[in-house]
């Protein structure tokens, strides 16, 4: 089992922001349903995978990246989302919750946006009415009580 961390590569739409991601297996794999993840993806859900910050890292166009902090979050902490500003592409996120010490990843951007597929959904609250549950996932009302 110690076989070396694949690296999978991620880019914004215009491709001016590139990125790489040395985990073997993101910590989380996620379909976030609250509403603040609605307005900045501008669609019904976000699919997000989660990994170690240290093994996500920016390999192109930095300069590009943006972010914009939200504290008013409905977890009460502190949400920081990147995006490209030339595209417009929402890219990462972080949150206080975690110390700063995992990047939450749109994995629409990932270049196999297939390769992980989400294994749980949260803020089921605000499902899109027309919107099934995940076949096989752990659905939770908000946030679970624990990450894993
Ligand atoms: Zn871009
Ligand atoms: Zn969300």
């Not at 590139?18 to 976030?32: H, M, W």
Request: one cysteine or more; charged letters at 20%.
């Amino acid at each position: 089992m110690s076989a070396e961390p694949t690296i999978h590569r991620g880019a914004c739409l215009c491709e001016s922001i590139k990125y790489e991601i040395t985990t073997a297996r993101p910590s989380a794999r996620l379909l976030c349903h609250c509403r603040d993840c609605q307005k900045s993806t501008g669609s019904a859900f976000a699919t997000m995978v989660a990994v170690p910050k240290a093994d996500c890292r920016v390999t192109q166009g930095s300069e590009s990246l943006r972010s914009y902090a939200l504290s008013t979050t409905k977890s009460g902490n502190t949400m920081t989302r990147s995006f490209c500003t030339k595209c417009g592409s929402p890219l990462f996120a972080g949150t206080t919750k975690y110390a700063g010490s995992v990047t939450i990843i749109n994995a629409g951007t990932l270049d196999d946006p297939t390769k992980w597929p989400p294994v749980l959904e949260v803020f089921c609250t605000n499902r899109m009415e027309w919107l099934r549950p995940l076949e096989g996932g752990r659905q939770f009302d908000e946030e679970p009580p624990r990450h894993q």
